[in-house]
């Protein structure tokens, strides 16, 4: 049971440079989130899916993208990038909005 | 709306000391609250959390948190802490309003002094 992968594990992009994160989950959760940690920030929602076919802006969702290609897939795409993206990305599940939170392992993206 | 504030973003304590990590809330409803672990270069993972019933929440790896209503805390405690214990902690809260999704605190980072 692998739970929430993403992919990749680490990146570096040139400014203006796109790139998709890729994040399944096994769980079979309804419910998927893209989040941004920066330090001394804390955890911040980029965009979130409640469920299949739906997705929401979350608190910094300026610049980014989003596809819930179906239960298990929900993309994170960057069309052009920019310097005050670099940060560490995590995609998390669960079963309801509410309920716990699973997380992937992260993506470490550098722009330069 | 829902918020969450965590006291102190760097905490240190000496091994085998007690582990304080405070959390409190705002929420117009019942709340569910979460504590997560992130150690370095690792995702967040579940320490314990609270929905209804017992007020005191036993999580893994010893800690346990009491939410209480009247002060809107649900703080983070273990009784001796072990080096193991250095990591990021998060609060987090849930409204419960059906997807509304999860709000998340600065987090606090604890040191453990050998």
């Known amino acids: 049971n692998a739970g929430v992968t993403q992919t990749p594990k680490f990146q570096v992009l040139k400014t203006g440079q796109s790139m998709t994160l890729q994040c399944a989950q096994d769980?079979?959760?309804?419910?998927m989130y893209w989040y941004r940690q920066d330090p001394g920030m804390g955890l911040r929602l980029i965009y979130y899916?409640?469920?299949?076919?739906?997705?929401d802006k979350g608190e910094v969702p300026n610049g980014y993208n989003v596809s819930r290609l179906n239960k298990r897939e929900f993309s994170l795409r960057l069309e052009s990038a920019a310097p005050s993206q670099t940060s560490v990305y995590f995609c998390?599940?669960?079963?309801?909005?509410?309920?716990?939170?699973?997380f992937g392992p992260g993506t470490r993206l550098t722009v330069l | 709306a829902q918020s969450v504030t965590q006291l102190g973003s760097h905490v240190s304590v000496s091994e085998g000391a007690l582990v304080l990590l405070r959390c409190n809330y705002s929420?117009?409803?019942?709340?569910?609250l979460f504590w997560y672990v992130q150690y370095p270069n690792q995702g967040l993972q579940l320490l314990l959390k609270?929905?209804?019933?017992?007020?005191l929440v036993k999580g893994i790896n010893g800690f346990e948190a009491e939410f209480k209503k009247s002060e809107t805390s649900f703080h983070l405690t273990k009784p001796a802490a072990h080096m193991s214990d250095a990591a990021e902690y998060f609060c987090?809260?849930?409204?419960?309003?059906?997807?509304?999704?999860?709000?998340f605190g600065k987090g606090t980072r604890l040191s453990v002094i050998a």
């Open positions: 899916s409640a469920s299949e076919g739906t997705t």
């Open positions: 987090a809260v849930s409204e419960g309003s059906g997807n509304t999704p999860l709000v």
């Open positions: 609270y929905t209804t019933g017992a007020t």
């Open positions: 998390a599940s669960s079963e309801v909005g509410r309920g716990t939170q699973y």
């Open positions: 929420s117009s409803v019942p709340p569910y």
């Open positions: 769980m079979n959760h309804n419910s």
